[in-house]
């Protein structure tokens, strides 16, 4: 299959496509229009794929789609990773949802609480709470890209599960592996608007000064 048939990812799929392993089944959890998919099957990067949607109309495009790679993919209905057995990929995937979202469908499997799996995932929304999970849960980040989409900063996440789970502090919560990436002031600049406002809503007290002292360490590390 020519690369040039494959359809065009942009930044955030193309960086999550860069985190799959090559040689391994994956599953594209989320798969909407199903492009992920069709790279990761059409270029040969997966010998399976299975895109799995809780929406029918979206499944259907992924379907028509990814028709001419047969029996590599397989299009799946259903709800998060409840329509993939343990063991069955490697590889998942879990993209364009907000973290609550992700954090809900990784608690649904807890067979994912495993080294054999990799997890690529690409939060819409609220990436220091899915950090703090990750680390809570006992998931080491093993990399992360910083991508921009219609003028905002996103972070596409790679994690495996490491079996201790450690308390993160505030900074690793907010960049987790960006810094010195290209884009990281331009990061730190959106997380830490983010952060001012969430300190207007607190009262004077540790958690204030907790706060503060993090949007100081924010605008250093990135020279704001």
């Not at 495009?61 to 590599?72: I, M, Q, S, V």
């Not at 299009?75 to 590889?91: K, Q, T, Y």
Request: net charge positive; with cysteine.
């Amino acid at each position: 299959m020519r690369t040039s048939k494959l359809p065009r990812l942009d930044d955030r799929l193309a960086a999550a496509f860069a985190y799959v392993r090559p040689g391994h089944a994956a599953a594209d959890i989320g798969c909407d229009h199903g492009k992920l998919t069709a790279a990761l099957a059409g270029s040969g990067r997966c010998p399976l794929v299975l895109a799995c949607d809780l929406r029918p109309d979206p499944l259907e495009k992924a379907r028509r789609l990814c028709a001419p790679y047969g029996e590599k993919v397989q299009c799946r209905l259903g709800n998060g990773l409840s329509v993939v057995a343990p063991g069955e990929v490697e590889d998942i995937i879990i993209a364009g949802m907000g973290a609550e979202t992700i954090i809900e469908i990784l608690e649904a499997a807890p067979w994912v609480r495993d080294t054999r799996y990799n997890l690529v995932l690409v939060p819409a929304t609220k990436h220091s709470i899915l950090r703090r999970w990750l680390a809570r849960s006992g998931f080491a980040l093993v990399g992360e890209t910083l991508c921009q989409a219609a003028g905002r900063w996103y972070a596409v996440m790679n994690a495996r599960f490491a079996g201790t789970g450690h308390e993160p502090d505030g900074l690793e919560c907010l960049c987790g592996k960006t810094e010195g990436q290209p884009g990281f002031a331009a990061y730190c600049a959106q997380q830490n608007t983010k952060l001012k406002k969430y300190r207007l809503g607190l009262a004077p007290g540790p958690e204030a000064d907790a706060v503060d002292a993090l949007i100081q360490e924010l605008e250093r590390r990135a020279c704001l």
